[in-house]
């Protein structure tokens, strides 16, 4: 059945032709029409064959259009041509009815066109949708590693900044610190450090909390960055920050750093709606670059921030060598105290206390000394401070009480009764409490009778508001153990303590006793004269006898007996000395 | 495995992907030796691979225009894939213009594709997220940017379910997405169903996906009707995808060989 002349029917309703060649490609490939759609743009395509085949002069080209049409529609695949081939071949002019004289050969030459344009476009297509893909692809590779590069310096900054203040960390303080040492920029040659704490800063947590102490140290940041912009400001942790000053020309320029980071400090600062003052305390350290280290310069401002700490803080404090040196020895000596009290470097000598009337013989006090194997003999001033600070003065303590005990209980009397031993007792010892236990425990084990056992304490260890320490004396004191009172007149003096304690003696500080030095004439000399007359009245009054220190010539001992005072030491009574040689003299 | 958001993303084009593979099926060229070699192997196992996947997006283009129909101008296309011919923005602004479209995908290479595809378009944009992170998608500024959650909105979830294991709970992925939605919105769903499958054919398939980073979860009918929980199916509910409202009477035989199941629920009012 053939159907009119396709030219007039073309553009209408699909014919039967149109509809069979878009069943024939249904299925090739997705097609993204409707078959309605694909029937209509297939009729169009028919009437572009129908009247190439019948064009005069014969065109190509229709063909070619028509092969190119079909990718462009997306009926692009191998088996979309190979249907539309064998469609058009079998169909087309049979059902189109079309009459011209060479038309096989027309159909064969069409039927190339349209292979050749489809085939260009297919190719074209393919090769474009390569490209597309490809740059897709390279666009996600540059994407994904913009997106590392970014989570890397995420995470660069969340390594090397703390969370709270956003200032750069430690970690980034120690790396540029490095850096400023190791490569120093521009010739530089000096280089300084703050490092800062604020003062009493702990109050602040205990009393507001920890959320208004941090919003305080966030806003201390803050400030301490804008005041000290240009340098690196870290914070190390807690309240602790430390400022990078780098090129200095010296220590007026890190000093010129520090008091402007003070003053930002010392703003008022409104958190919470609490005004909060806060201080800080800053130690500086500013050298040369050749041979110093990260380490080193961290110690030295660390230390030196202690300096303006123990100093009352809300100041800073330039680093000392010298100091430092020295603060470095005795640490090294505190060390080492535990040692060499177990390889038994510690020995005893004793000093005598003479009575002022007849020259007797009434006891002597117990002196420490240290025979260090590289500094030689250490007298207790360079040693007992720093024990008493680290609390290694208990075992000393202890162990010069228990050597004293034990050296006394030897001592016999010739014709007399033996002299006491006078020991002194560290206030960390008064307040310990199994005091009384480890005196009453030695007296047992060394057989010394109590009353030959006399115990200084100083007017700091009654300053303590605790009932436990004055309990202990007293139990010792009704043993029979002696009680005085070292270096009195110089502290605390509150007389109140002599009422509750059952103190026997007081010893008074060798300074009211240098005055007796000189000639009683001197207005000086009279007034030490009559504090002492005063104190030994005092002290006679409560029943209590009175030994003067640091008497060091005959004339003081004479002007000592004339006031009344009962026992003098000093150098003009003996120097310390090995127990022996004490004795050697009531021998 | 959900890549952790710390670690850096590979491209890796000697491994094949899904979204890629999709688009060798439907004829496109935008895909590596990888992606043809193993879909060719898929092809092996099971003959009708290029027909699903051309049945899924003839179902897709059906569903878009029956959304457009019912007033739908907004469309979150989850797991959309490369761009390739008959995009659900092609065919929505086709029938309105002011229709807007977010594409969801998690390949960077299929991202990357559609945002050139999409550039000078305003009204369609592409976001790189999982469709296993319903709430990152849903609060995600370019998502907030385009879509009006308050208006309805066409959730697509087209041939993408099946690489989502039963352990990362589909069912879970959808309540999120649903309660996220006003009434009038809708639910696209469609995935590879096992209904009528042999052991053989669905073990080799299985196998196929193994070797790409998503492995196969087919679902039988019923549980992909339970995914429709809280939405109205409308006519004819869960079928195989030509015969849901298909043109033609024809173009709905031997439906079974699409392998694809899916429906349109309706939510509320």
């Known amino acids: 059945m053939a159907e009119p002349a396709a030219a007039v029917q073309a553009r209408s309703r699909p014919g039967t032709f149109a509809r069979a060649w878009a069943k024939a490609v249904s299925g090739t490939s997705f097609l993204p029409m409707t078959q309605e759609q694909l029937e209509a743009l297939l009729q169009r395509l028919t009437d572009d064959l129908a009247a190439a085949l019948l064009a005069e002069p014969f065109d190509l080209r229709p063909g070619h259009r028509v092969g190119t049409e079909l990718v462009a529609h997306h009926i692009a695949s191998a088996e979309g041509l190979g249907r539309t081939v064998e469609v058009v071949q079998l169909r087309l002019v049979r059902d189109l009815g079309l009459v011209a004289d060479d038309v096989e050969d027309r159909m064969a030459r069409l039927l190339a066109a349209v292979a050749t344009g489809y085939a260009r476009a297919l190719r074209d297509r393919t090769l474009d949708e390569q490209e597309s893909i490809r740059r897709a692809v390279m666009k996600a590779r540059t994407q994904a590693e913009r997106a590392l590069r970014d989570s890397e310096a995420r995470f660069r900054h969340q390594a090397t900044h703390d969370p709270l203040t956003d200032l750069p960390n430690r970690v980034l303080f120690t790396e540029r610190l490095t850096a400023a040492l190791n490569e120093p920029g521009r010739g530089a040659r000096r280089v300084g450090l703050c490092f800062l704490d604020l003062d009493r800063f702990k109050v602040v947590n205990d009393s507001l909390g920890h959320q208004v102490g941090d919003r305080l140290l966030a806003a201390v940041a803050d400030r301490l960055r804008r005041a000290l912009d240009g340098h690196l400001v870290a914070r190390l942790g807690g309240d602790e920050f430390v400022v990078l000053v780098e090129g200095t020309g010296g220590t007026d320029d890190v000093v010129a750093v520090a008091d402007a980071a003070l003053a930002a400090v010392g703003e008022p600062a409104l958190v919470d709606g609490h005004e909060l003052s806060v201080t800080a305390s800053i130690g500086i350290v500013e050298r040369q670059i050749a041979g110093t280290t990260p380490g080193d310069l961290m110690r030295a401002a660390d230390s030196t921030l202690h300096w303006a700490k123990a100093a009352g803080g809300a100041r800073w404090e330039l680093f000392d060598a010298e100091r430092n040196r020295r603060e470095l020895a005795r640490y090294a000596l505190s060390a080492a105290i535990p040692a060499a009290l177990e390889r038994g470097e510690f020995y005893l000598d004793y000093q005598p206390l003479t009575s002022l009337r007849d020259g007797r013989l009434l006891g002597v006090e117990a002196l420490v000394r240290w025979r260090h194997p590289e500094l030689g003999v250490l007298r207790p001033d360079s040693f007992i401070g720093l024990a008493e600070e680290t609390g290694l003065i208990v075992p000393l303590g202890g162990w010069v009480l228990a050597e004293a005990c034990r050296e006394a209980e030897g001592w016999s009397a010739h014709g007399g009764s033996a002299p006491f031993v006078s020991v002194n007792l560290a206030v960390r010892q008064v307040h310990r409490p199994g005091l009384v236990q480890e005196v009453r425990g030695l007296l047992e084990r060394t057989g010394l009778p109590p009353e030959r056992l006399q115990l200084e304490i100083t007017e700091s260890t009654m300053m303590s508001t605790t009932e436990e320490p004055v309990r202990a004396l007293r139990v010792l004191a009704d043993l029979g153990v002696r009680i005085a009172i070292d270096d009195f007149g110089t502290g605390y003096s509150n007389l109140a303590y002599l009422r509750d304690l059952p103190v026997t003696e007081l010893k008074v500080a060798g300074e009211f006793v240098a005055g007796l030095r000189a000639p009683a004439v001197e207005p000086a000399s009279r007034t030490d004269e009559r504090i002492l007359a005063s104190l030994v009245s005092l002290a006679h009054a409560l029943d209590l006898t009175v030994t003067a220190e640091g008497v060091e010539t005959a004339r003081q001992a004479e002007r000592l007996r004339a006031i009344g005072c009962d026992a003098g030491q000093g150098w003009h009574f003996g120097r310390p000395a090995p127990a022996r040689r004490i004795l050697e003299r009531i021998g | ?269």
């Open chain 2, 1 to 269: 495995m959900q890549r952790p958001d710390w670690a850096p993303e590979t491209i890796d084009i000697e491994r094949p992907s899904v979204a890629r593979m999709y688009d060798y099926y439907l004829g496109g060229s935008h895909n590596f030796a990888a992606d043809r070699a193993a879909a060719q192997a898929m092809v092996a196992a099971v003959p009708e691979a290029p027909l699903m996947a051309q049945a899924n997006r003839a179902f897709l283009r059906r569903a878009v225009h029956y959304l457009t129909g019912m007033g739908v101008r907004q469309f979150l296309d989850i797991g959309s894939g490369i761009p390739t011919v008959g995009n659900v923005h092609e065919i929505a602004q086709h029938d309105a213009a002011d229709s807007r479209v977010v594409y969801v995908d998690v390949d960077p290479v299929a991202v990357a594709h559609s945002r050139e595809i999409l550039a000078g378009d305003d009204r369609a944009v592409v976001v790189q997220e999982d469709l296993r992170n319903p709430e990152r998608i849903l609060a995600h500024p370019e998502v907030r940017g385009l879509l009006d959650f308050d208006q309805p909105v066409a959730v697509m979830v087209v041939a993408v379910l099946h690489f989502v294991s039963d352990e990362d709970d589909p069912a879970r992925i959808l309540r999120t997405l649903r309660d996220a939605l006003a009434p009038g919105s809708h639910l696209v769903l469609s995935q590879a169903s096992d209904d009528g499958r042999s052991e053989e054919e669905r073990a080799e398939a299985e196998r196929v996906y193994r070797r790409t980073d998503n492995p196969l979860w087919v679902r039988s009918r019923a549980e992909l009707t339970a995914f429709f929980d809280g939405f109205t199916l409308v006519e004819p509910g869960v079928v195989w995808v030509p015969q849901w409202r298909p043109e033609s009477p024809d173009s709905a035989e031997d439906a079974e060989r699409a392998v694809f199941m899916g429906g349109v629920g309706r939510l509320g009012g």
